[in-house]
Structures are given as structure tokens and as C-alpha cells.
């Protein structure tokens, strides 16, 4: 399995204003085709819709949060015929579920930041190498490089785990834990 690790991440706020995927995406849009993505922790469905946008015949974005998936159905239901799938399940129990093996090509997600609880984004890293069987582009925070790069590489075993895009940007504080 060829699996990698984007250590980088881009800001989405609504529908209408969505920022470009990584580069490595979006300049080879062939690494869709014939491809099943999965958008773990799709919270409103943003990655989700841009996968289908950019190509993915098949979309399945995963997230627990029920009123997060309400907002994702929503906001897919605004693209006529767009081919994303929504699936309610923790995104940490994937890798107990052998059905799930191996079912996505490619996964990219933006997974809850360790920096404010402790082992989220390592999980999730965990559950997309689980469920990926070739590529996984992970959004995290320059505070924590080193950490999910020594993850993905001595734990998960990644042929690489390289920064592919690194954006700043202003994200307002909408949660208590932001600062």
C-alpha cells in the first residue's frame, strides 16, 4: 500500500467560499477517476462535495456528529446528482470493523486537532490508513508536524509523509476551544 500523509491544511466556511484542495489534488485530477474517497469527520460535507466536484464517482463522508451530517445533506442536496454518500459512525471504531478495510482509494479528511484533544488526529490517521488502499491527504496544524510525521511513518508504516501545501489563514472562533 502506498500511503502518504498531507501535513498541511486549507480553511472552508461555508458553501460559497471553499478553498482549493491541495495542490496534488487538484493539478491531478486523474487520481480521482475510478476512485472511492471517503471524507472522515465530514462534519458539514465540504471536503466531501469537493471530491464529487473534482471528479470522485463515489463520495462517502463519515462523521458522528448527526446535526453536522444534517448540515452535509444540505448542503449536497444543493448540487444536482453530486455522488456522496453520508454514513453516521465514529470515525475511531473503523479499524474494528473488517468491512471497512481497504474501501476508500483515496481519503482526505481534516481531522479534530491533538493540540486540544489529545490523540483525535492520531486517530483518525489511524482509521484512514485503515480504510485507505493507496493515498491519504490529512490537514493538521504546524504545531503538530512532527508528532502525525512520526506517527504515519513509525507507527502506521507511510512510504511518506510530506507537507504538500502549507496555507495560513484567519479561522473565526466558533467553538469555546478556539483561541
Known sequence: MRCGVCLGGWAHTDLNLTAPPPPQISESYEELEECVCM???????????????????????VDLDADALSQAAANVSQFEGLPVDLLRA?????????????????????????????????AFLRAAFHVSRRTVYSLHKRSTRAHIRKVALQQLHASAAEVIAELEYDLPATYKHHK
Open 39 to 61: 471524507d472522515l469527520g465530514c462534519g458539514t460535507g465540504m471536503l466531501s462535495i469537493g471530491l464529487a466536484v473534482l471528479g470522485a464517482p463515489h463520495v462517502v463522508g
Open 90 to 122: 465514529d470515525v475511531a471504531e473503523l479499524p474494528s470493523h473488517v468491512a471497512m478495510r481497504a474501501v476508500a482509494s483515496l481519503v482526505l479528511m481534516n481531522p479534530p486537532f491533538g493540540s486540544w484533544r489529545k490523540g483525535a488526529d492520531a
